[in-house]
């Protein structure tokens, strides 16, 4: 199985990248090849600093690097030769099991959706992303940022997602989908949020337990906990700056820890015939291996089957 | 100057409500009076065990309680001597300067829209809440809940609301107005944000400075921070539940003590003709007190007045 990385993608890349790929190749030895995309004259000095370390990284070259602030769908157009697009190329020709990247998160996107396509059935992919749970337990929260606006039936679609990836990925035998909203009783929350609690209240593949309000995202009230990509990336932001915080102001504690995205790594691009991960811009070495050993473990447990299957209508 | 209290609201009442009362009194002594809302039997023998540092207490009995599990409309209604219902008619009446209560938030929604009402220009009343700052100062927050969908044209209001607030209350010169959002750029959002933006934008009654992340809560970016009271909401209730994970860790820290309900007292209703402020249930002593030092400080910097000029078209 290879899984793939993009070695341009990030503010400290293609350093960072590839220290992060040397650190996933170690810890998937004998099970899974990293293959890294990239410029060879930006790569391939570092693979040979890195000598029999990085003896089993494949380097899959490219010429062009689609920057941060580029405009996603534009430059994923004008760049056919990016690392993105290429990467994307070889997962969508089933070269690689999984595409990581910590660059342009739009472009990401656009990718996914143009070049590996939403899967049959699926309205909206949606971005995904973990929560430490204060019981030892990780959840799981979507979409955190790929649909501001979302109608009531992709919030239902986002809690089959969710709890198909809570149960294959997470491992988690009964998923308990919770829906954000601003109160736990069924007649609150917005408009949109009222209709989705009615569908998902009644679908028969996930295990629904109502309303959660934002002082439940760390509990274990839920393990997947559906919002909006709007709510998502606010709640996914603030978070992560209370965490930051925490640490500017020396704070040191084990659960919080578990807050930082190093420790999680990646946001799965949930919906898509493949696997597909978008890092964080700031990605260190640890979060670039911890994506590449998400994008592993959702290839290994075939989650994109699962989601195809569970969605043929 | 009188301020009114409900004794009967919260979880501790009367006892938390007559002890914060008590607090305030001392604090409050030659600027203004406290005056209680409840049952003669309830509180009347608190008092007395307070004795002489209960003494400027007024109590104005009232019969009926509101309970926190009630249907607020139909509650209010319903118990026209309800503590909640006096202490509104008192408001209204122009016999106390501001009203605040820790009981039934519904209930006190309902209140201020049927007896005081909105004032004149105003589309919806918003409830505010308080974030603490990191360079030492704070900053307010609406809407937190009172209205989950908002059209443009009410987030616009709220950013002139908080503004006025910030300037007259908070004594910020120019308070920054900022738009929660899931991205700096102006194109980011959702199709309300986005539109809330071109308005905001050109308003000349507020010092727009742009979009908000989740991030920027508690940094100096803006002194007012308006969004839909679905995402305040769940802002809120998430910064109270990280708070309270950290008290249960042990994680002492003056800033994040900051973010206590306790030393903010109390979310104020902005945009009706009276001052109304909405107490947490579990409120403590403390935050009964600083809810009070609130409503004294509104009135004292006559906040409706200035609402009303600003609004009057």
């Known amino acids: 199985m290879k899984i793939a990385l993009d070695a341009m993608g990030g503010d400290f890349a293609p350093q960072a990248a590839v220290a992060g790929a040397v650190l996933a190749a170690q810890q998937l030895a004998g099970k899974a090849q990293v293959v ?21 990284l494949e380097l899959v070259p490219s010429t062009q690097v689609i920057e941060m602030g580029e405009h996603p769908a534009k430059a994923f157009q004008q760049k056919p030769d990016s690392s993105i697009a290429v990467g994307y190329r070889l997962l969508h020709s089933g070269t690689v099991e999984a595409f990581c990247s910590a660059g342009n998160t739009g472009a990401m996107l656009v990718g996914a959706m143009f070049t590996v396509k939403a899967v049959p059935g699926v309205l909206r992919p949606a971005i995904a992303n973990f929560v430490p749970k204060l019981d030892g337990g990780m959840g799981i929260m979507l979409d955190v940022g790929a649909n501001a606006d979302c109608k009531p039936e992709m919030l239902e679609q986002f809690g089959e997602l969710g709890s198909l990836y809570a149960q294959y990925v997470l491992g988690i035998a009964r998923p308990k989908v919770g829906l954000m909203s601003l109160g736990e009783e069924e007649g609150k929350g917005s408009a949109v949020t009222q209709a989705a609690h009615q569908l998902l209240k009644v679908n028969p593949h996930v295990h629904f337990i109502g309303n959660l ?3 439940d995202l760390f509990n274990d009230k839920a393990d997947v906990i559906v919002c909006d990509g709007f709510t998502g990336n606010v709640i996914l932001k603030m978070a992560e700056s209370m965490y930051d915080i925490m640490v500017t102001r020396q704070l040191d504690d084990e659960f919080f820890a578990r807050v930082n995205y190093e420790t999680i790594g990646g946001s799965p691009i949930l919906g898509i015939n493949d696997n597909a991960i978008i890092g964080h811009g700031v990605s260190t070495p640890r979060a670039i291996c911890n994506m590449l050993m998400q994008g592993y473990q959702m290839a290994y447990a075939g989650i994109v089957d699962q989601i195809k299957d569970s969605f043929k209508s």
């Open 36 to 56: 890294l995309i990239g410029t060879e004259e930006a790569v391939r000095p570092l693979l040979q600093e890195y000598g029999p370390a990085a003896a089993t």
């Open 213 to 215: 309000e934002g002082r």
